[in-house]
């Protein structure tokens, strides 16, 4: 909110490239975080309520940008279809019920007398099936990708499988930060002026008051009511 507001009253920028960036704004990765929490093995309530708001964050940041962008795209042609609307809608809680699908077929594939190995190798066939379906129709799995966690740990309390795909995952987190790093150009900071600098500075501005605002809703303690703002900063791409 606070960022369209800016770039749209103040900078009077286009209203539908203002509200894609806004949207684009409310998005933080989780890959920096995770990368950071396991490196200096963080633990503790800060930790804990830190993932929930970048779970939290991630769901609210796909759905906010699939509505921009239904907005944007029916707002640009002659005519609008409410299908454009509804759809993006429909594609991403269909992913959630796919997901938790997912969640609940896990708990019959993977009982405790498998082996390590194959458990492994079932919800690793289990994730990139369900990426590899969901993708097909232009969707992010993220948002499925929480529903089979939440499923499955709510309806098993198995909290070994996580720690074994973290096993899986370093090389993934390896090739996405080189990604990143390749198709970071310097050279190009400079080309967005004013409104890169209002975009970054107005975008962190609202993670901070954010933060602040929904530990004093929560009644979190003072650290995290300063701290939490802060482990937003990282953006999404």
Excluded: H
Aim: one cysteine or more; charged letters at 10%.
């Amino acid at each position: 909110i606070l960022t369209f507001t800016v770039l749209f009253f103040i900078l009077r920028m286009d209203w539908k490239i203002a509200l894609l960036l806004a949207s684009i704004a409310s998005a933080s990765t989780p890959t920096s975080t995770m990368v950071t929490i396991r490196q200096y093995k963080a633990k503790g309530k800060f930790v804990d309520i830190l993932l929930q708001v970048m779970a939290l964050d991630i769901a609210i940041s796909l759905i906010t940008y699939s509505i921009a962008m239904t907005f944007v795209t029916s707002a640009s042609s002659t005519t609008i279809n409410v299908l454009d609307i509804v759809l993006p809608l429909v594609y991403n809680f269909s992913s959630i019920l796919i997901g938790a699908g997912c969640g609940f077929l896990l708990k019959f594939l993977i009982p405790n007398k498998r082996t390590t190995d194959n458990r492994l190798i079932i919800v690793i066939a289990v994730l990139f099936g369900f990426c590899g379906l969901v993708t097909s129709f232009n969707v992010s799995p993220l948002l499925g990708c929480m529903a089979i966690g939440m499923v499955y740990i709510n309806l098993t309390n198995d909290d070994k499988l996580f720690k074994q795909v973290n096993y899986f995952t370093p090389p993934f987190l390896l090739c996405f930060f080189v990604k990143s790093g390749m198709t970071f150009d310097i050279t190009k900071l400079a080309s967005l002026g004013l409104v890169g600098l209002v975009y970054f500075l107005v975008r962190n501005i609202g993670k901070y008051c954010g933060g602040i605002l929904g530990s004093v809703v929560t009644k979190q303690e003072k650290k995290t009511k300063y701290l939490l703002g802060l482990t937003l900063f990282p953006q999404a791409s």
